[in-house]
């Protein structure tokens, strides 16, 4: 018998996605429009994803793009704090600055990146 995928929210991810947008000026995020959750129980390959809202979808629903970004809780929680923050960097790299429901690809959201920014977030403590 197959597990169902359980979702929560992931407050704790939320707050540090935005200490890192806070110091990484990352000011066209809409973090009243981005959504942090936590699965359990996925067989998904990844630590974790970013979904936009497609425009088919705001328009139908007639509201304005959002964004979810998920942590899958058997491979995120494991992780060092250093690793969480690249991994939180990287998924919020994928939201583009027209915050517009798309997302930007693996040719943008690269490693090294990730590494620089995470340099970067470092300084900061």
């Known amino acids: 018998m197959s597990m169902k995928v359980r979702y929560e929210f992931a407050n704790d991810v939320e707050e540090l996605a935005k200490k890192i947008a806070k110091k990484l000026s990352m000011t066209h995020l809409d973090f009243s429009r981005i959504k942090f959750i936590r699965s359990y129980g996925s067989k998904s390959r990844a630590v974790a994803r970013c979904y936009g809202l497609a425009r088919i979808w705001q328009h139908a629903l007639g509201i304005k793009a959002h964004y979810v970004i998920e942590v899958i ?21 994928h939201i583009p600055k027209s915050f ?3 997302l ?3 040719d943008y959201v690269t490693r090294k990146r990730v ?11």
């Open 115 to 125: 590494e620089n920014l995470h340099k970067k977030f470092k300084r900061f403590f």
């Open 100 to 102: 517009g429901g798309g």
């Open 73 to 93: 809780a058997e491979k995120f929680d494991k992780l060092s704090n250093e690793e969480k923050e690249k991994v939180i960097i990287h998924e919020l790299l």
């Open 104 to 106: 930007r690809g693996h």
